[in-house]
Structure formats: C-alpha cells, structure tokens
C-alpha cells in the first residue's frame, strides 16, 4: 500500500522525503501515520529496484536534501499496482482512498473495476451485518441490554453501509458515463 502511494505522489512530480512523509500523514489520517523508519527504507528499495530516481539539491540553509523522481519503471509498477483487484482485508479501505486519489493517472476500465471491487466489499459486509442483526433478533440472546445496544451498533453500521453503497454506485454510473 505505501509502495502505491509512494509512486502516486510522485507522479505528481517530484518531492523530497520528509514531503512525502508529510502528505502520507495527511492522507492516512489521524490513527495511521508512517514513521521514518518505514518510509526510508521503501524509499531506498523503490531506489534500489530502480522504480524511483535520487538526486541531491542544496537547501537554502546549505543543507543537502534528497529528492525522488518517478522512473518509466515506476510508472509501469504503479499502473500494475493501480489494477491489482482489492484484497478483503483490513486495509481496503486506505486502500481503496489511496486508490481513488490517483484515478486522474489510469484508464477508465482500471477505476471502474475498482470501484466494482470496492462495491462488491461494501456489500459483503453489509450482508454480514445485515445476518448477523436478523439471528440477534431472532434468537434474542441475554442480557437484553446488551442485545438492545448491540442491535444499534448493527442499525449503524447497516445505515453508514448502505450510505457508503449508494455513493459508489453513483460514482460507477459517473464514470461509466465519461467519454
């Protein structure tokens, strides 16, 4: 997932290592950040495997900052990256978002497969919440408390799933729509 977001911000052009860092905790939000101590070392492999390119440049305070470049390679990995289906796992969700933000950059069949695949997950896990709601209220369970509360946790995630649902499908007929 990183290795994506690395090469999608810098089809963006190029940027040093700690803007990097900077945007990523922007983009991961509040409860996901990447330390140095991740980040560098992708970088030095993305480096290595020749996906990236380093120079140096001279900082105003005569310091000298590293700066990346995507290669041709890299563009090719990151298209390849871009059209791997979605895994149901417990990151699909970051990366699904990391995904849609570099949607300008592949074709419109990539971002509607994974758009589809993002739908098909939505759905899946409604689904789940939506049996898992009927057996609590068929079996009814004690502490009645506990159950009554859990059926609310269940009524919200059925509405925020549904939410969530509506909005991709949407943007799937908005994009089948492009020219």
Not at 61 to 71: D, F, N, P
Not at 147 to 176: N, P, S, T
């Amino acid at each position: 997932m990183y290795e994506l977001f690395v090469l999608g911000e810098l089809m963006t052009g190029e940027k040093h290592g700690y803007m990097l860092q900077d945007i990523l905790k922007t983009a991961g939000g509040p409860f996901r950040q990447m330390s140095s101590g991740t980040l560098y070392p992708l970088l030095a492999r993305l480096v290595d495997g020749g996906l990236i390119r380093l120079r140096q440049e001279e900082t105003e305070g005569g310091r000298l900052r590293k700066v990346y470049a995507i290669t041709e390679a890299g563009r090719d990995r990151f298209r390849r990256l871009m059209s791997e289906p979605l895994a149901h796992d417990a990151d699909i969700e970051q990366l699904f978002h990391f995904k849609m933000v570099y949607f300008q950059y592949v074709g419109k069949e990539t971002r509607l497969a994974c758009m589809e695949q993002y739908l098909d997950y939505l759905r899946s896990v409604r689904s789940y919440v939506a049996n898992l709601d009927a057996q609590l209220k068929a079996f009814k369970p004690e502490p009645a408390k506990q159950r009554i509360q859990l059926l609310k946790v269940f009524e919200h995630r059925l509405h925020v799933g549904a939410a969530d649902i509506d909005w991709i499908e949407r943007e799937i007929e908005r994009i089948r729509r492009e020219e």
